[in-house]
């Protein structure tokens, strides 16, 4: 006899998906052992939803400029802690508000400084 409750479908509608997130759902409450069939069984759920979400809700990469802002907001900088990294104090306010490009002598070393990755810094602003 199969036991039906570890039975996995494609999602491919909202309605699938709906679904799946509803039996997903328990396992946030009660974290399956990973070598468990409840384990098995929540990992190929992640994996459903993760790649249908991919597909219908792609996120955008962060916007240089945010992504600086949010580090710094993490990390508990101020303008005057960008200075070693983009320039003087005018050329920091600059870039933050979006009126100058970041080179990539300043992507390389806010990547460094920062740790925010280089593909992000390297991207062209949203609002430009």
């Known amino acids: 006899m199969t ?4 039975t996995l479908r494609p999602i491919r509608t909202e309605a699938d998906y709906q679904a799946a997130l509803k039996l997903v ?4 409450d009660a974290d399956p052992e990973p070598d ?5 069984h929540f990992e190929a759920l992640i994996a459903l939803i993760m790649a249908y979400e ?6 955008l990469p962060p916007d240089p400029i945010e992504a600086i802002k949010f580090s710094m907001e993490q990390q508990g900088l101020t303008n005057r802690d960008l200075e070693p990294m983009i320039g003087s104090r005018g050329r920091v ?3 933050l508000s979006g009126k100058r ?3 990539m002598a300043m992507v390389w070393r806010l990547h460094q400084g920062l740790g925010i990755a280089a593909e992000t810094l390297i991207r062209p602003p949203r609002r430009a």
């Open 3 to 6: 036991d039906h409750r570890y």
């Open 25 to 28: 759902e328990p396992y946030f």
């Open 36 to 40: 468990s069939d409840e384990g098995a």
């Open 54 to 59: 991919a597909k219908h809700f792609p996120m």
């Open 93 to 95: 306010s600059e870039v």
């Open 101 to 103: 490009r970041l080179s």
